[in-house]
């Protein structure tokens, strides 16, 4: 994989996530979207946020679940600590693959709210992390 490629692709996250991170926060705050879909466009911007940072630092994301990539991020990243309760919080609507069927758990408004919470303060962490000017 060639420089400029990995660079475009660092970018071509960081740009997902952040489109990603709007959609969710006006949703959740014009209530325009269920609480399920808003969780999932989070989540998707949570995670586009850290493949951004691991991919311009040369790694690629071994599993795309939120806790797997920041357990990668800490590995050489010093991330804020407050993000690991976050990222457990988040971990707790998550539905993995499974033979069993599981029951969907339906995020309240409040916990959308620390949902995108979380994606803000991931979201500015990232932006100086990368050097990108908001």
């Not at 940072?53 to 600590?81: D, Q, T, V, W």
């Not at 309760?85 to 998550?94: D, I, K, L, P, S």
């Not at 029951?103 to 409040?110: G, Q």
């Amino acid at each position: 994989m060639n420089i400029k490629t990995t660079v475009m692709e660092w970018e071509s996250y960081y740009l997902e996530a952040t489109d990603y991170y709007k959609a969710a926060l006006g949703a959740s705050q014009k209530k325009t979207l269920g609480n399920l879909v808003i969780y999932n466009v989070v989540a998707m911007s949570i995670e586009n946020y850290m493949t951004s940072i691991l991919m311009k630092s040369g790694f690629i994301p071994e599993h795309s679940s939120i806790s797997s990539m920041y357990r990668e991020l800490k590995k050489n990243h010093n991330a804020p600590e407050e993000f690991h309760a976050e990222v457990r919080f988040m971990n707790r609507f998550m539905n993995f693959c499974s033979l069993e069927p599981t029951p969907e758990i339906v995020p309240t408004d409040d916990e959308i709210n620390r949902m995108v919470s979380f994606a803000t303060s991931l979201k500015e962490w990232t932006s100086d992390c990368l050097a990108i000017e908001s």
